[in-house]
């Protein structure tokens, strides 16, 4: 089993930014995927950046030159520093975690609300 836990979210204002952080406990290994998704009011929950094991990143087209993913395997956390954050950004926010051949973790966290507003 997984615990995940999500932090860091927030009210800010259009061009501003955040870092939220992730912890994962329980069966969680270094050889994890680790992910963000977002999920905005009447939308589907979207993934916007991944991290493997070895440190390879991927991001979805709406974030990409603007969010970095990052990890610290020894803490078994995931972080995403947001910048240049628009409107369309606000959402809640969430973590997950994967083996190499299998689907994302089926139990989610509570998220953290990242709110983007003048």
């Known amino acids: 089993q997984v615990q995940l836990v999500e932090s860091g979210g927030g009210l800010v204002q259009p061009g501003g930014s955040l870092r939220l952080s992730c912890a994962a406990s329980?069966?969680?290994?270094?050889?994890?995927?680790m992910g963000w998704y977002r999920q905005a009011p009447g939308k589907e929950r979207e993934l916007v950046a991944r991290?493997?094991?070895?440190?390879?990143?991927d991001y979805a087209d709406s974030v990409k030159g603007r969010f970095t993913i990052s990890r610290d395997n020894a803490k078994n956390t995931v972080y995403l520093q947001m910048n240049s954050l628009k409107p369309e950004d606000t959402a809640v926010y969430y973590c997950?975690?994967?083996?190499?051949?299998?689907?994302?973790?089926?139990?989610w966290g509570q998220g953290t609300q990242v709110t983007v507003s003048s």
């Open positions: 997950n975690v994967k083996a190499a051949f299998a689907p994302w973790y089926a139990y």
């Open positions: 329980g069966s969680i290994f270094s050889e994890h995927t």
């Open positions: 991290i493997t094991n070895g440190g390879s990143t």
